[in-house]
């Protein structure tokens, strides 16, 4: 049995407290252990910022874009690999464990690429440079420069690979050294990610630590130049944001948290076209890939009343049609739930909702013996405004139907009942109802994605993030943001506006002004 190690300051580490034993969720064999303690954070946080960050920063753009790139083939070779491990930790499907998997490697292989392009040097200008006095001789030009500090993620247990590459990809192409904490749950995929990572000596000796174990005690020895970006449940990202040394430190915090998204049908769409079709299957895999346990995942199904017996058929039919079973086997389309709390907590979830919606398909009862497996479940909302279906978050295969009357107005009431979102999806060709609907929900969720005849089979679905479009959202879904191509970097840069004689601006950076 391994029981995970932690790599920090050049060595792997044993931990230390009471064991957290780590399953294979669908036979609850048990595969290992990893222990919360045996770390000395403030050892950590001073090798990452005098080792590592110099180690960094004595590099370019360029140079590091270099280092993401070798990262991305790597994991890319060992992609088996990591695929079975995916599924034993995970209870991924190949396909899950892939889709999790070329997440890393493409998001590091886009900011591999991004980075190429990026001017030599360190400093990256924001914007054109302005006049300040009274002839152009004074000159304003903000720029971004890495800050020497350390970046702490602390990574959600449902995507172990991606998860911590798009952060780490970020942090260590704007040159800040990175501390990974994998979610408990699945931390084997993520610790045979870090092995790998350090392994390879492509990384600077500091830049990259990684902590299978808790990081609760590290974030009081934070500072100023630091930044703690965090993915997982609202409730643990308030406790975070709330920490008294990084509120008194003023130490950058960003949030990914999670989000009730809705998926609209608009009124206009009928039986029989490929704007349904889409909406469909895009709908049916959310509620399956990764049993349900995407961030942004479709948990309320808005439709116009007019087509809810119809939506409801065929989400039944194609939900009965998904071959659940051990994701080791490669007919198997979707596995168990990653763990006995997850299991727990989901069935709690599902018993919660069918107090104020019909459970058409599924439900919590037990699928089987052994294993943490939740049935596709499907509830059809008795109250559309009942609060539980737009405030509680299933992470599992289910999602509630919540028929609306067509109206825009109707619609945007409901999505933003969720309370600030990650993503919303609407799928309609009728322009008027889109271009009123864009502009109720924008506010309150980081991305809106729009399904039509013309979209159909032109890209992933909405549950997909990209690393050149921002993944984040306001409100409940944390407030944060992150990729979105350069945005990504900007939690790692200081934005400094530098004023002065004009040539000397330009000379202090090497940059053109103006
Ligand atoms: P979680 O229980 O909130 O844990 C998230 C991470 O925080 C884990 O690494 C966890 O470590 C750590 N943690 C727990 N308590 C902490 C504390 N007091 N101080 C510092 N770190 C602490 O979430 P999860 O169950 O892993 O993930 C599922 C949730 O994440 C869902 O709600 C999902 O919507 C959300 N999520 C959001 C996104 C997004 O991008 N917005 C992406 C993926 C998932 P341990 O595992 O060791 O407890």
């Known amino acids: 049995m391994t029981s995970l190690q932690s790599y920090v300051r050049g060595q792997w580490i044993a931990g230390s407290g009471d064991p957290v034993t780590l399953h294979d969720p669908a036979t609850e064999a048990v595969l290992g252990d990893v222990r919360p303690g045996g770390i000395d954070h403030a050892v950590a946080l001073h090798h990452a910022r005098t080792v590592g960050g110099p180690a960094l920063r004595a590099m370019t753009f360029v140079q590091r874009a270099e280092m993401l790139k070798a990262i991305a083939s790597l994991l890319h070779e060992r992609r088996d690999e990591l695929i079975e491990i995916s599924g034993r930790n995970g209870g991924n499907t190949r396909g899950d464990a892939k889709f999790d998997l070329d997440g890393a490697s493409g998001t590091l292989a886009f900011y591999a690429q991004l980075g190429a392009s990026l001017p030599a040097g360190n400093v990256l200008p924001d914007g054109s440079g302005t006049q300040l006095g009274r002839t152009p001789r004074f000159w304003g030009q903000h720029v971004l420069v890495p800050r020497p500090g350390v970046a702490v993620h602390i990574n959600a247990f449902n995507f172990p690979a991606w998860g911590m590459g798009e952060k780490m990809a970020c942090a ?99 039986s029989g076209t490929d704007t349904l079709e889409q909406f469909l299957a895009n709908v049916a895999v959310d509620m399956t890939q990764k049993a349900g346990q995407k961030c942004t995942a479709v948990r309320r199904i808005l439709v116009p009343q007019a087509m809810v017996a119809e939506v409801e058929e065929s989400l039944i039919e194609r939900l009965r049609a998904v071959r659940i079973g051990n994701p080791l086997d490669g007919d198997v389309r979707m596995g168990p739930v990653a763990s006995k709390d997850q299991l727990r907590d989901v069935r709690a979830g599902i018993d919660r909702l069918a107090a104020v919606a019909d459970v058409r ?57 969720g309370g600030g979102g990650l993503v919303a999806s609407a799928y309609s060709d009728d322009r008027s109802f889109v271009e009123a609907l864009v502009a109720g929900i924008a506010p309150w969720h980081g991305r809106v994605w729009l399904g039509s005849e013309k979209t159909q089979g032109q890209a992933l679905g909405p549950g997909a993030v990209l690393p050149a479009t921002i993944h984040g959202g306001p409100g409940r879904a944390g407030g944060g943001e992150e990729l979105g191509g350069l945005r990504g970097l900007h939690p790692y840069l200081q934005r400094t506006a530098v004023q002065g004689d004009r040539a000397v601006v330009a000379r202090s950076f090497g940059l053109e002004t103006g």
Do not use: W
Request: net charge negative; with cysteine; proline share 7%.
């Open 172 to 270: 260590l192409l704007a040159g800040v050294p990175v501390i990974e904490k994998a979610g408990t749950p699945s931390a084997m995929l993520a610790h045979r990610i870090a092995q790998i990572v350090v392994e390879s000596g492509k990384v600077p000796e500091g830049a990259f630590q990684f902590v299978a174990g808790s990081v609760s005690g590290m974030l009081d020895h934070l500072g100023p130049m630091d930044t703690v970006a965090f993915t997982g449940s609202s409730v643990t990202g308030a406790l975070i944001r709330g920490n008294k040394n990084l509120v008194a430190k003023n130490v950058r915090v960003n949030i990914e948290a999670d989000s009730i998204n809705p998926a609209i049908l608009g009124p206009d769409v009928e």
């Open 361 to 417: 398909l599924g439900g919590s009862a037990p699928m089987q013996d052994k294993g943490y497996f939740v049935s596709p479940t499907l509830l059809r909302a008795r109250d559309a405004g009942a609060p539980v279906i737009h405030e509680l978050e299933v992470f599992g295969p289910c999602a509630t139907i919540v028929p609306y009357s067509g109206e825009v107005a109707a619609a945007i009431d409901l999505c933003n009942r």
